[in-house]
């Protein structure tokens, strides 16, 4: 199993390079092409997923956990641009970067859920 850590989600999510999105992770076309992403959505889809993957999930870490929320807040409730975002991010996480946010699954690894 490989981990994103928070710093490596934060530069993911500072390449950007869609439209962003809010109250979902994905935004498709009516070709379901991805259109558009959250902060969330836009760093995922920097590390080469995107929800239609099923090799990836949350992780359990509590630092994690709150990274999620708080990107979610700050794109979804305050609406801030994703330069925006990732500036906060750099400065709230500046001590966390190594917790895991997403864990990575790889062949013959088996989730603690299934």
């Keep these: 199993m490989k981990h994103i850590t928070v710093s490596k989600m934060i530069k993911a999510i500072e390449k950007n390079g869609l439209p962003q999105a809010h109250f979902q992770m994905f935004a498709r076309g009516v070709d379901g092409e991805i259109v558009a992403a959250c902060a969330l ?37 305050c609406k801030e641009t ?24 790889e062949e013959g690894d088996t989730r603690a859920r299934d």
């Design 41 to 77: 959505g836009q760093g995922l889809r920097n590390l080469g997923l995107d929800n239609s993957d099923s090799n990836w999930d949350l992780s359990s870490s509590s630092t994690g956990s709150h990274f999620r929320s708080e990107v979610m807040y700050l794109n979804d409730t």
């Design 82 to 105: 994703i330069p925006v975002i990732v500036e906060i991010l750099k400065e709230k996480f500046k001590n966390n970067g190594r917790a895991v946010v997403y864990d990575i699954y």
